[in-house]
C-alpha cells in the first residue's frame, strides 16, 4: 500500500466517522474506496465494519451528554442490536452476496421516507396510545430487523435507525441520535468480533478506517449538536437518497 493510498483511506475513514455520528451511511464512502484500492468485495466489507468500530465508539462519547436517562431504553434496544448484528454478521459469511444487495436499496428509500413522516406518524401513534420509554416490541423487533442488516452490510444503518426511533419514541432528535448512534456501535462490534475470529481482515486499512474515524467521531458531535433538527432531518433524508442511488448504480 502506497503512502497516497494510506493517507486516502484515513481521510475517508475521517469523513465516514463524522458522517456516522451524524446521520450513518459512512460506509458508503469507506467501502467503495476499499473496492477500488482492489480489496474483494467481502474483504472490504468485514475489514471496513471492524476499522470503524473505533469511529462508533468515539461517536458515541462525544454524545453521551445527550444519553443521561437512557440506559433502560439502551438496555432494551441494545439486546435487539446485539443478536441482530451477529446474525446479520453469520450471513454475511454464509450467504452469497446477493442475497440482500437487491433489497438493500429499497430499504433505505423506505426508510428516508419514513425519517420524513416520522414526526406526523409519532404524534398519531402517541394520541392512540401511551408508548413504553424503549418504544415496546414493535421496535424491538424493528431495531433487531436492522441490526441483521447492519451485520450483514450496514451502509445507511443510521438512516433506517433514526427514522424507526423517530416514529416509536417522542424525545428529542439530538437525543434519538445519541441512542442511534449506541444501537449502531453494538451492531458494529459484535459484527467485527465474529469477523475476526471467522475470517480474514485487512488489518491495515482497517487500523487506517479506525484511526480517521476516531477523529471523525470528535467531529460529528460537534457538527451534529450545532444542526436543527430540521435541518437533520433534511440531512438524514438526503444521505438516505444518496446512499440508495450509489448501490443502485
Avoid at 451485520?151 to 432528535?173: E, K, P, R, T
Avoid at 481482515?201 to 444542526?227: D, F, H, K, N, T
Amino acid at each position: 500500500m502506497s503512502v497516497l493510498e494510506a493517507l486516502a483511506i484515513a481521510g475517508v475513514g475521517l469523513a465516514a466517522g463524522t458522517i456516522n455520528t451524524i446521520v450513518g451511511s459512512g460506509s458508503l464512502i469507506t467501502f467503495p474506496t476499499l473496492l477500488a484500492f482492489g480489496f474483494h468485495p467481502v474483504l472490504a466489507n468485514v475489514s471496513n465494519t471492524v476499522g470503524l468500530v473505533p469511529g462508533s465508539l468515539s461517536g458515541t462519547i462525544a454524545y453521551r451528554r445527550e444519553l443521561e436517562g437512557q440506559r433502560p431504553r439502551l438496555a432494551v434496544l441494545g439486546t435487539a442490536s446485539l443478536t441482530g448484528g451477529v446474525t446479520g454478521a453469520v450471513l454475511l459469511l454464509a450467504l452469497p452476496g446477493s442475497v440482500f444487495r437487491h433489497v438493500v436499496p429499497v430499504l433505505i428509500l423506505v426508510a428516508c421516507v419514513l425519517v420524513a413522516v416520522g414526526p406526523r406518524l409519532g404524534r398519531l401513534m402517541a394520541a392512540r396510545q401511551h408508548s413504553p420509554r424503549h418504544g415496546g416490541l414493535p421496535l424491538f423487533v424493528s431495531v433487531y430487523a436492522t441490526a441483521v442488516y447492519g451485520g450483514y452490510f450496514g451502509a445507511a444503518q443510521g438512516v433506517i435507525l433514526m427514522s424507526l426511533l423517530g416514529i416509536f419514541l417522542d424525545d428529542h432528535l439530538q437525543r434519538l441520535n445519541a441512542t442511534k448512534n449506541v444501537l449502531a456501535l453494538v451492531t458494529n462490534a459484535v459484527s467485527a468480533v465474529v469477523f475476526i475470529i471467522a475470517t480474514h481482515i485487512a488489518w491495515e486499512a482497517a487500523g487506517l478506517i479506525a484511526a480517521g474515524s476516531v477523529v471523525g467521531g470528535q467531529v460529528g458531535g460537534v457538527l451534529g449538536r450545532r444542526i436543527p433538527a430540521s435541518l437533520l432531518r433534511v440531512v438524514i433524508i438526503v444521505v438516505g437518497v444518496t446512499a440508495a442511488v450509489v448501490l443502485l448504480a
